[in-house]
């Protein structure tokens, strides 16, 4: 089953694409909660790629790499990845009235609900765009 999530970022495609991308930038959005953190980033981005991010609770009582390698990458427009577990996902980048449009489909897993997924990356996404919004 695939999942979609998506948000609106209002600012230019430029400083939305470069905070996506950035590993000092990822490190200050990527966790779905104020409680989650994500310490480090490595990101090659290009297609044969990989990117690791790790995230961890900042009592530090769990932890782990968001790891993958890069399928498909159109500057400023569509990066596709796919998985350690092989799930793929696709971020879609779209300049619009009012900002961005962010689009993130990616496959579900078997541990947690379709909801409990979508719920999860909505958050990081939102967080994604609070954050590109106020660098500005």
């Not at 500057?75 to 300049?95: G, H, K, M, P």
Request: aromatic share 12%; net charge negative; proline share 1%.
């Amino acid at each position: 089953m695939k999942i979609s999530i998506e948000v609106t970022v209002n600012a230019n495609l430029e400083k939305v694409w470069s905070a996506w991308i950035s590993p000092d930038d990822i490190n200050q959005w990527n966790a779905a909660s104020d409680d989650w953190h994500n310490p480090r980033s490595a990101n090659d981005l290009r297609v044969g790629g990989k990117f690791c991010y790790r995230m961890e609770a900042k009592d530090g009582s769990f932890g782990f790499d968001f790891e993958g390698k890069y399928t498909k990458v159109e500057q400023r427009s569509l990066i596709e990845y796919v998985l350690e577990d092989e799930r793929t996902v696709s971020i879609r980048f779209a300049q619009e009235d009012g900002g961005v449009r962010v689009v993130e489909t990616f496959d579900a897993e078997d541990e947690y609900s379709a909801e409990q997924q979508r719920h999860g990356w909505q958050c990081i996404l939102n967080r994604f765009a609070t954050y590109v919004e106020s660098k500005q």
